[in-house]
């Protein structure tokens, strides 16, 4: 039996509007909407609640509430009508237009699609204000977001999605249950863990004993033995995808999208796909896109503009403190109008996989280089200019340091 009535169903993938179907999971269906428009022309609708069951027609209010009716790999998928807007105004606190109620928003649930519909400033979207410290912590694995619009309202807002760094001493799964040692840092219902003998792919689904996020007994993912060993737990395949990030003027600006932890590889098959960072910014904080403390695995970036942070010290689209290993930096575009003299497009230590199709531009000569120096990465058409100067097409210089 056919997949779909069209010849051969859809080999390469199907997109409505610009926006992929990836997410056909088997997974519940939610709908945000706090706009004003739900129910205009349209008497069958009623206006956002948090009290709705969160369907077309009875819509949730909030984001932080639909991610809380999800359930941990089931696969479930958010739609935010477009004209939604939320305002995170500090450490993970909502404040939610519709009724000035506060609540933590946590992408705290393992497998979860947010995505965002409309079409320009129509985009649903998520305000930064109050506090440097306003982020998104990232505690589940395999969540993804797509067509949202992010701008910054506060002077240097570190990061918008962050992730926790977790470590568990002396600690053991039988069949779904682990037992966790010591823990330094925080182990969250939702993250992937790591270690000697751990099935790839095991997450924790809920915690059974012990005080919250610490020491004690959780629900694991997949039946398995482990012996005494330390397990580590990180945020695995955290996609954004065909997203806006805006700094709102000079001084309201980010300084990162996405920033790991210091565990080791807790941020492995992070990807950003066609995604676009206009930076206003003119303070002279270390700005990237993306920043990594440690090693990561299965990193993807690819189709990226970047306009950078005129007086940023730090590259464009990635800063990572450790090597990368399998990585993709593939068709980004990172532009930055000034003649700093720092790489446009990233700073990493030695790894391997392939940096190719990289175009950067920016005023003046060294300041046009594509990366530092480092070994193991393959280099393809990476280019950044030797002369550039203001509306003239540039010197290009077709190497990667």
Not at 284 to 298: E, N, P, Q
Not at 310 to 328: I, Q
Not at 332 to 350: D, E, I
């Amino acid at each position: 039996m056919p997949m779909t009535n069209f010849p051969n169903g859809f080999a390469n993938g199907l997109s409505v509007r610009g926006m992929p179907l990836l997410q056909m999971q088997p997974g519940n269906v939610y709908w945000v909407d706090n706009s004003g428009l739900n129910g205009v022309g349209d008497t069958k609708t009623v206006t956002g609640s948090d009290k709705n069951p969160g369907t077309f027609q009875r819509p949730f209010a909030s984001l932080y509430f639909a991610i809380s009716r999800c359930q941990q790999g089931r696969g479930d998928i958010i739609f935010v009508k477009p004209g939604h807007i939320e305002t995170v105004t500090g450490l993970s606190t909502v404040t939610k237009t519709t009724n000035g109620d506060s609540a933590v928003l946590n992408f705290n649930c393992a497998g979860v699609a947010i995505v965002g519909l409309g079409a320009g400033l129509l985009r649903p979207k998520l305000d930064f204000t109050t506090a440097n410290t306003a982020m998104i912590p990232l505690r589940g694995s395999g969540m993804s977001i797509q067509n949202f619009q992010f701008t910054a309202n506060f002077l240097s807002i570190a990061s918008i999605f962050t992730a926790p760094a977790c470590s568990a001493a002396t600690s053991t799964i039988a069949g779904t249950v682990l037992t966790a040692g010591t823990i330094t840092g925080a182990l969250y219902p939702g993250m992937a863990l790591m270690g000697t003998g751990v099935t790839p792919g095991t997450i924790v689904t809920e915690q059974l004993t012990g005080t919250a996020t610490a020491t004690g007994t959780y629900r694991v993912s997949i039946s398995q033995t482990v012996t005494s060993t330390t397990i580590t737990a990180g945020v695995h395949n955290f996609n954004v995808e065909n997203c806006e990030f805006r700094d709102m003027s000079t001084v309201l600006s980010f300084l990162a999208v996405v920033s790991g932890s210091a565990t080791a590889n807790s941020m492995d098959g992070l990807s950003l796909v066609n995604n676009k960072v206009f930076s206003l910014g003119t303070t002279a904080a270390a700005s990237s896109a993306v920043k990594l403390t440690a090693a990561a695995d299965r990193v993807y970036l690819a189709d990226n503009l970047v306009v950078s942070d005129a007086a940023s010290t730090g590259p464009g689209l990635l800063t990572s403190n450790a090597a990368l290993t399998n990585v993709e930096v593939m068709r980004n575009s990172v532009f930055k109008p000034t003649t700093a003299g720092t790489p446009l497009l990233m700073v990493a230590s030695a790894g391997t996989g392939m940096v190719a199709y990289n175009n950067c531009w920016t005023v003046g000569g060294s300041a046009g280089l594509v990366i530092t120096a480092s070994t193991g990465y393959g280099m393809v058409q990476n280019f950044g200019t030797i002369t550039g100067a203001a509306n003239k097409s540039a010197i290009i210089n077709p190497v990667y340091a």
